[in-house]
């Protein structure tokens, strides 16, 4: 195996790692929305006692509930990934006979290697707005953990 084969199979493993990693991203990102609409529809089936600082602090979840939702459709909407080399291209230059195997690997890997750099961007972009779906959470969360404190009722010594 020589370095340009190396290289083709690094380019490779790591083209097969972004990949990865962009699906579980967004796997957390369903689950996030999922968890985060399932806190605000038992919040209101439970609710039953709503006063004016209540219906407040509810808004206040519900505003939570947005950013996640906002924020993990960030993450669940598809951009354009590269995939490189572009396969008519190559199968084009297999069957013209003008270069090398050992050229043509040499290209394949050098076109992945940079559809690599290109899909990092993406991947960033994505782990960014997740980060920010757990603060739309995390805000959702104490918003309702107010809610239940300021719905509950008052303990009544006997």
Sequence with gaps: MNAIQVYY????????EQGKRRQHLSTMAIGLLGFSAALIAITAVT???WTSSSIWIAVGALIGFLFVVVSAIGVLRPKIWDKQPPLDTFRK?????KYTDAELISWAAKQMAGAVNNN???LQAKAIR???AYVGLGME???LVGLVFATAAPFTSR
Excluded at 93 to 97: E, Q, T, V
């Design 141 to 143: 969360v104490l918003f």
């Design 120 to 122: 990092e961007a993406k």
């Design 47 to 49: 609710s039953d006692q």
């Design 93 to 97: 230059h297999i069957f013209d006979r």
């Design 130 to 132: 997740l980060a920010r």
């Design 9 to 16: 199979d690094l380019a490779k493993f790591q083209t097969e």
